[in-house]
């Protein structure tokens, strides 16, 4: 790849251009971050449209419009509910706030405790930095990508001065589109024979509430400082989708998250993944569909408290890739692997959830939070009490393309209401009560399911299979490997959601490609044969 090229890459990404297959017509449901419309079409606050609106033209409601595509603006995400934490925000700007024109992507990475450079110059690596890319005179370390930062000495006097982030990486491991802290170019060329590469933060934890890395030099640290007048977690009004990209290290990421008082809204969101594509680092960091300590793992250990894994107070939060698991023997002790309240809209994609617990939830959902997930398996995460999926009165799910396998119930909805929850092509399978709370799902949209009970086929539900074995289905279950096995029940037996208008997407769990046209899926997370 030539250097132009690379710069030209990263201009695009720097301003936040995705690359992806887009298909949406006017007025569909879409996410931002996906941009799944056709032609000219933007997604913007969660719908396909020709232009965004000038600011406040909406008549001066809120700027944070949901990911449901609400026409009129007037659900926006946080109005002070949180996540069990006393009353903090959920936060998402006013419509004075409102951005115009594309968001700027920040790029920040995790590196379980590790303090540690990445890499540092030597004597014959030198670093130049040319307009958006840095190079060096020797290949990087494959495990170097997105986030993570290199400081250097931009003034010539062998002192590290300046840190720029990654923003995505080249072919070769020596040239890397590189960014400023706040997303921007830098300013001038620079070149310098020393330099190191940190992770940015040291746990998602310390990542989401701005505590860096403590080995960075004094002369660059405070990269993200809420003591600023442009406070980092505002992503409304600086007009930015934050990314957080997580590292696989020698110990498990063990500190439980809380995400609160980050400003977002559906065009301004906070983006948890590991990277797994070639541009974003060299050695995927991103499991296969089956648990492993290989990869990136946010494995949490619970003793006294209920409390979960991932604990989220805030509007519009993307997580993608994500092992997570929720541990504990106390009796009585009641955690989740996610747990959403108030106004929060969460996207979940292409992640595992498990636990140890006899008491708990993969999810637990409240208030007018909002799910839209796919591609994820939920396992083993109660044993007495707890669901796979907790649903309390108010909230809102789709759940498409997952697995929930031997939990204490698949789905449930809590005093049988919710304003709507939708179902598809998604395994329960094995779960100990019943996999499915059919009856209470509103509506018919609940389809092409399979079961081990009836309830894929039963209330609401409709073209289900049931009475499936999940030995039957799946790789092993014992430990778990929730891929389908070829020929089961499941395979070929789904809807082909590519032009579904709540909830488009074209991989499975592993990033393969399901089939393309009106050809069918298969149910569950993993697309068999891929």
Known sequence: MSKLLVILLGALLIHGCDMFISRGGEGQKCFSETNECSGDLICHEGRCVREIPDAGQDGGDDGGAEDDGSADGSDDAGTGDDAGTGGDDAGTGDGDQGPVGPATHVYRSVGPYNTTP???????????????????????????????????????????????????????????????????????????????????YTSLSDAVTLVENTSFDASVENFDDEQSPENPRDLVSRNLIWNIA??????????????????????????????????????????????????????????????????????HIHIDGLQIGKNGEATGLVASGIEAHGLTVLRLSNSMIRGTQSNGFGIYLAGTAELYMWNTMIYDTSTSSGDGIHLVTGATAYIYNSTLFNNYRGVYVQDSQAPKVVIKNTIAAGNINYDFDSDSFLGDESSYNCSTDESADDGGMTDGYTLVAPS???????????????????DGAGYNLLEDPDLSFEDDIDGDLRPADYNPWDIGADENGQ
């Open 118 to 200: 990445l890499a540092e110059s030597t004597g014959d690596n030198n670093l130049t930095i040319t307009g958006s890319v840095a190079s060096f005179q020797q290949a990087l370390p494959d495990n170097i990508g997105v986030g993570d930062a290199i400081q250097f000495d931009a003034s010539g006097n062998s002192f590290l001065d300046t840190v720029v982030f990654i923003h995505s990486k080249g072919p070769d491991s020596t040239d890397y589109v590189v960014a400023k802290a706040d997303g921007t170019s830098l300013d001038q060329s620079h070149a310098s024979d020393t330099w190191s590469i940190l992770r940015s």
């Open 246 to 315: 997580c590292y696989a290290e020698s110990a498990a990421d063990d500190k439980k998250v809380t995400i609160q008082h980050w400003i977002t809204s559906g065009d301004n969101y906070l983006r948890i993944f590991t990277p797994a594509a070639d541009d974003e680092v060299g050695e995927s960091q991103r499991h296969s569909g089956v648990w492993t300590i290989d990869k990136y793992r946010l494995d949490v250990w619970f003793d006294t408290d209920n409390h979960a894994t991932i604990q989220i107070g805030d509007a």
């Open 472 to 490: 039957d289905l799946f790789v092993a279950v014992d430990p778990p490997n929730l891929h389908l096995k070829p020929g089961s029940a499941c």
